[in-house]
T-cell receptor
Framework: NAGVTQTPKFQVLKTGQSMTLQCAQD?????MYWYRQDPGMGLRLIYY???????DKGEVPNGYNVSRLNKREFSLRLESAAPSQTSVYFC?????????????FGPGTRLTVL | RKEVEQDPGPFNVPEGATVAFNCTYS??????FFWYRQDCRKEPKLLMS???SGNEDGRFTAQLNRASQYISLLIRDSKLSDSATYLC????????????FGKGTRLHILP
């Protein structure tokens, strides 16, 4: 059981470039989430998917898009990266209720936008 | 007022001591409460869910006080391995879906 996996682990982009962060879970969880963590800001929810086929905005969705490809995979896309998107990105999953249950996190992607 | 507030610390505590920290939340409609632990440059991991009746897991005790709108975490007989950042998490759903992470309290256990 790998739990939640994320790729890549590190990425450097130039302003305006695009990229997709990949996330997969093997726990058969219904709900998946994307967060960003910045120094002094705590984790902030970008988007979440309560179940396959649905996605909802979180606290800081601007500049991002998501795709719930299937039950296992939930990707996060930056269409035109900006320096303000430099952050650590965590994917998480949980079963049952979308926001009221334990979340399992992936190891994170450290993104720098120059 | 921030929706979830924690003392950032750091709390520097000698090994074997008892340490407690609180987390306050501002929205009385909040439904679920958790403590997560995050080690440096690692992902958060669930430490405990917090129930109205209080709950204990070994050396860790979590309490919820809905009247005063705070949750607490008590660590007894602290170990060096308890050094980490402890994140308070507050959620609500069904109409105004929110999951709010506190900024965390840093704990250093001193040998």
């Amino acid at each position: 059981n790998a739990g939640v996996t994320q790729t890549p682990k590190f990425q450097v982009l130039k302003t305006g470039q695009s990229m997709t962060l990949q996330c997969a879970q093997d726990m058969n969880h219904n709900s998946m989430y994307w967060y960003r963590q910045d120094p002094g800001m705590g984790l902030r929810l970008i988007y979440y998917s309560a179940s396959e086929g649905t996605t909802d905005k979180g606290e800081v969705p601007n500049g991002y898009n998501v795709s719930r490809l299937n039950k296992r995979e939930f990707s996060l896309r930056l269409e035109s990266a900006a320096p303000s998107q430099t952050s650590v990105y965590f994917c998480a999953s949980s079963d049952r209720a979308p926001l009221g249950n334990e979340q399992f996190f992936g190891p994170g992607t450290r993104l720098t936008v120059l | 007022r921030k929706e979830v507030e924690q003392d950032p610390g750091p709390f520097n505590v000698p090994e074997g001591a008892t340490v407690a920290f609180n987390c306050t939340y501002s929205n009385s409609a909040s439904q679920s409460f958790f403590w997560y632990r995050q080690d440096c440059r690692k992902e958060p991991k669930l430490l405990m869910s917090v129930y109205s009746s209080g709950n204990e897991d070994g050396r860790f005790t979590a309490q919820l006080n809905r009247a005063s709108q705070y949750i607490s975490l008590l660590i007894r007989d602290s170990k060096l391995s308890d050094s980490a950042t402890y994140l308070c998490v507050v959620t609500r759903w069904n109409r105004d879906d929110k999951i709010i992470f506190g900024k965390g309290t840093r704990l250093h256990i001193l040998p």
